[in-house]
Structures are given as C-alpha cells and as structure tokens.
C-alpha cells in the first residue's frame, strides 16, 4: 500500500531535511530523467519509518541544525560576529569569536554527538536493511537515503573535528560507540564511498509530495565539495558540472526571495532542512529564532546572535542586490522596504534603542507572516544548507585551478549577473581566483561557508589572526566527554 507522506510529515513522523525542487507548474514536475524512476514511480521501500526518521533528526538533534549549530558554523568567520548585547553568551563569544576551545564547551560536544547520533541511525537502517536480505527498488533507496545523510554527517565532522572515528556498526550497547580515530584521507574516503553509492540508487528528483529526500544532486554537490577540499580540480569540477548539466536547478531569480519561507525548496535548493510552522503542525528549532533582530515589541524577532561584521558591511560592491538581503541595519528599512517597519535606533544613535548596528537579514521574518503565524520569530524558513549558487562556484573555482579561465569565468558571472553586478574585471588566473574567493564570501556571508573557505585556502591565520586564530584552531578540540566514554581509544586533537 502506498504511504501517504504528507500525511506522516504532519503527523510528526517526518520533519523532513533536505532538498529538492520547488512545484513551478506541471511541466516542471513531469520532466522525467531517463533511466531512473522519478515521483509516483519511486517504490515505497520496506525501511521508510527508519528513513523518516533520518529527516526528523536532521532537524532536531543538537548541534546539526539549532542554536549551537550558529555558534560552531558560524560565529568563527571574520565576517560574523556574536552578536545579542555585551554580557549575553560573552563566554561563547570568546570561544568562538575569539578562538578559546575548550574540548568541555557544550556547543562543541553538541556537535559532535548529533552528527555521531544521526550517524548511528543511518547504520541501523543500512545494517539492518541489508540483513533481511530485502533487495527490493525501495529498499535499495532508503539505503541510499542513509549513506548520503550519512556521508553528510561525516562531511561536517571533518571540517570541524579533522580526524574522527568512522563507525559503521548498528550501536546496541554503549561499547559499540568506541572506536579510534581515522584520518582525514580515510574519513573523506568513506564519505565518497557512501556518497558514490548512494549516488546510483537515488532518483534525479522526488515530486512535491515527496520534498525533502535526498537525490543524485545532493549525492554529487557533496561529492564536488568533498573532492573541492582535497584540491582535487578535476572531481570537483566533474561532479559539480554534473549537477548543473542535470538540468534540474537554477538559481532563483530573486535573491531576497531565497531565503524566505517562498524560497523553500525552490529550484536553487538541493539540500535544505525542512521546518513546518503550519497548524497543527510545528516542526521547527531556534536557529533562525536565534539569530533574528533582538528587540522589543514589533522589533523582539529574536536572540540577536551571529551579527554583520563591519569588514563584511563594506566588503560589497556597489550595487550588489545581497548587501540589502543580507544585511539588516538599525535605524534602516527592513529588507523589503515593507511600510512601517524600520528599525529602532541603534549605538551609532544619540538616543540608541538596538544594541547592534548590523543584524543577519537572512534570519528575518516577514511581516505578513508574523500576522499569520501570531509569532515574531522566523520558525518556519527552511535552513538552507547546499544551494545551486555552492555548485555554480566550486565548477567555478575548480576550473580557474585547471587553466580553465574561460569556463571559471562564465560561472561566475553566472552568480553576478543573479546579484546586478556586471562582468568580473578578472583577465587571468590569479585574478579570478581573488575574485571567486571575494564572491564566495558575498554569496554565503552569514551562512556556513566562510570560515571553511579561509582554512582551506590557507588564509585563516592572516584573516582572523586578530581573532586569536592560530593553526590548531582549525579544528576543535574531541570532546572531553567522548574522551572520557572512550577510556583511552580517542586521543585528543594536537595542541589542546
């Protein structure tokens, strides 16, 4: 029998994460990839509950998707700053602000043991998909939706820990967690592994009544991303183009759109943590909550965390669209202009009402839809967390790396000419590289990108030394916490 999924989302079986395509009419939904099953054609398989409940962590563990996914994902870069007022979180905002881990930090070991938890869920299914010898088109799927999330998860500890254990075991009881640290080579070996796998058992796309499961385009932007941080040039470039000669995703014509609850799971989307603030159902977290406007009244749309630096405010070219999207000043308009909303005085004012200048426009709510949901705070954008302007720029950068100017050149206009800026000045391939890190950090500022970008490049000690940035900060340190549980098998990360 065929489940009805929209059924299971609303009743809270299934807060979906993950990414997909927006309806834009019938023909956008009846395009059928050859070669594999797409909507209504996608079997059920004997593992969906498990699968669902993959979707639901995503969104609910600590640490992958909430406030203390801001804090470590975020607050580290040169362009973000803590943010709220002075006293509110001040030994966070050393930590990470200021670069002062410590391997007992609560938002650090949050990290650490959502991914690891979601990461266990992920074996159960494989594990237990595989052992009942179910070899069916829709099991075959849900294996495949696991070890992309999977490979996702390990993804992310790889940024933040470096060398982590890989554990694929089904966890029955607490022992089964222990295991030693792997390399970075053997951690991005098993993430392209599972991402290969999953890769051709996966649908192009799923219809609207499937949103929010993975598919081939979230398998290959992570494997462009994954080959992007080895500087291998050629997957990168490889499985990027792949995603865009897919045909499946453009970039959403309107900026300011993308990140609106309008711009969730639109065609730019491939990977997005699904949030739902519709009665009777309230699948949400504080992660945009803690990031909105800290005020009073009409103005109290949030915490007031992971604020504009000043660097990033005067990092824009002129007439760029996503300095107005992004960048939410006090005393200014809101984004949309919309009547009567500007925003109180802030510390720049005589008579200061705000206690920041800048705050994270991509965190803010309509007012329409405060009217409709009686509710100030954003809970129901979607967190977007892989968007087609990622593949467009990694093709991008990939390509200048192998000589390929022209083609590097052609993406990146691509990402301008969506922000009203004329063509890249860049001539050569010293130039364009400046000018694709420069439209990397406009393109994803306040999102998740940027720190990650600076230690990759080898440019984080210049850029953030000021910080206190030193080389070991380029990871946290393991969690104390599983140090301890581990009994001696998990070394600390050098330098802590």
Excluded at 85 to 113: E, K, M
Excluded at 298 to 318: K, Q, R
Aim: overall charge negative.
């Amino acid at each position: 029998m065929k489940l009805n999924y929209k059924k299971i989302l609303f009743a809270g079986a299934l807060s979906v994460a993950a990414l997909s395509l927006n309806s834009c009419g019938d023909e956008w939904l009846d395009e059928r990839p050859l070669g594999r099953p797409v909507g209504e054609e996608v079997p059920i398989g004997g593992f969906e509950s498990l699968a669902f409940g993959l979707y639901a962590s995503l969104r609910t563990e600590g640490g992958v998707s909430d406030f203390s996914y801001v804090w470590t994902h975020c607050i580290r870069a040169d362009d973000n700053e803590k943010g709220s007022t002075t006293t509110d979180g001040a030994t966070d905002g050393n930590v990470f602000n200021n670069f002062g881990y410590v391997a007992t930090n609560g938002n650090i070991l949050s990290d650490w043991n959502g991914h690891y938890k979601i990461i266990y869920d992920c074996n159960e299914l494989i594990n237990t998909a595989i052992a009942s010898g179910d070899t069916s088109a829709g099991t075959l799927t849900n294996i495949a939706e696991a070890k992309a999330i999977r490979a996702f998860c390990y993804f992310e500890l790889r940024r933040d820990f470096g060398s982590v254990p890989i554990n694929l075991k089904t966890i029955d009881i607490p022992q089964d967690e222990i295991a030693p640290k792997s390399t970075i080579a053997q951690v991005d070996e098993q993430i392209i592994k599972d991402l290969t796998e999953a890769e051709a058992a996966l649908p192009v796309q799923w219809t609207s009544a499937y949103l929010g499961r993975a598919n081939k385009g979230m398998a290959n932007t992570l494997l462009a991303k994954i080959y992007l941080y080895q500087n291998n040039w050629a997957k990168a470039l490889e499985y990027s183009e792949k995603v865009i000669n897919s045909g499946v995703y453009i970039l959403n014509s309107s900026y300011d759109n993308e990140f609106t609850k309008a711009g969730n799971n639109s065609k730019e989307s491939i990977f997005e943590i699904q949030k739902a603030y519709d009665f009777p159902t309230k699948y949400t977290n504080n992660f945009y909550e803690s990031q909105g406007v800290r005020g009073s009244g009409t103005w109290d749309l949030g915490w007031g965390f992971n604020v504009p630096s000043n660097g990033l405010v005067n990092a824009y070219e002129t007439g760029d669209v996503r300095k107005q999207t992004t960048i939410l000043v006090s005393g200014g308009p809101d984004i949309y202009n919309s009547a009567g909303y500007t925003l109180p005085a802030g510390p720049n004012n005589p008579n200061p009402v705000l206690a920041q200048q800048y705050w994270n426009g991509k965190a803010y709510t309509l007012p329409a839809e405060r009217i409709q949901y009686a509710q100030n705070k954003n809970h129901w954008e979607n967190i977007k967390i892989l968007r087609y302007a990622d593949v467009i720029l990694i093709a991008s950068e990939a390509a200048n790396e192998l000589g390929q100017t022209g083609k590097a050149t052609t993406y990146l206009n691509m990402i301008r000419t969506r922000a009203n800026l004329g063509a890249t000045p860049a001539s050569n391939q010293a130039a364009l590289r400046t000018a694709i890190k420069n439209e990397r950090r406009i393109e994803f500022a306040m999102e998740f990108e940027r720190f990650y970008d600076l230690v990759r490049w080898g440019d984080a000690i210049t850029v953030l030394s000021t910080q206190g940035y030193s080389d070991r900060n380029k990871h946290f340190p393991i969690p104390q916490q599983a140090i301890d549980k581990a009994q001696g098998v998990l070394v600390q990360n050098p330098n802590y």
